[in-house]
């Protein structure tokens, strides 16, 4: 699977990077239903990196069989990632959401759109900055929004996808964003169990 974003995206020029730069990176997203995130008090440990530091390994994701996680081509200054926290009386939330503006209103990205707009989304981000996120939980995914054409008066025609949610904390922290980041490959030890005499 795969979102097309670019005609010919080895044409493209970065800007040298600063100190603190915006925009992103590197953007993967994966269906929601094919992960799992292993709950915090299961590693109540400090070398486990639990949950109290908002750092999440491969030790809590747990992906589906057939999980496929789909590199989104970003360009910086046209990605972006914010993660704001709402009030209410009911409490805090977090709206993680994701903006990106796709050059052109295309028939492949139209495609695309009405293939997965119904899907619930994470986004594993990396900024420019180096950075990695988890944007949306399995409990509480993001979801699809689209925006096409041209607003009146400007010279632009485009399309915005916006992958938005509310969450009860902010985006995690992630120890990188590759398959080897988020997938643990290691033996299974068949003296795991979950019984009291295990």
């Known amino acids: 699977m795969q979102l ?3 005609f010919e995206p080895e044409d ?14 590197t953007l993967r997203i994966c269906p929601a239903r094919h992960v799992s995130l292993i709950a ?9 990196l639990g949950y109290s530091d908002f750092t999440v390994s491969s030790q809590h994701l747990i992906f589906s069989a057939g999980a496929i996680l789909t590199n989104v081509d970003v360009i910086p200054d046209y990605c972006s990632f914010s993660d704001d926290m709402e009030t209410s009386g009911h409490g805090e939330l977090f709206k993680p959401t994701i903006q990106l503006i796709l050059p052109k209103v295309r028939p492949d990205v139209v495609v695309w759109v009405q ?14 900055n180096g950075y990695c996120r988890l944007a949306g939980t399995p409990e509480q995914p993001l979801e699809l929004g689209v925006k096409s054409g041209q607003e009146l008066g400007k010279g632009r025609n485009q399309t915005v996808l ?9 985006a995690y922290f992630l120890t990188g964003i590759t398959d080897a980041d988020l997938m643990y490959e ?13």
């Open 115 to 128: 293939k997965y707009r119904a899907v619930r989304w994470l986004a594993f981000l990396e900024d420019r």
């Open 186 to 198: 290691g033996p299974f030890d068949p003296a795991f169990g979950f019984a009291f005499d295990a």
């Open 12 to 25: 493209l020029v970065f800007p040298q990077e600063s100190t603190n730069v915006g925009g992103l990176r």
């Open 4 to 6: 097309p974003i670019l």
């Open 40 to 48: 915090p008090e299961r590693f109540a440990l400090p070398q486990h």
């Open 162 to 170: 916006t992958f938005s949610g509310l969450a009860q904390q902010p």
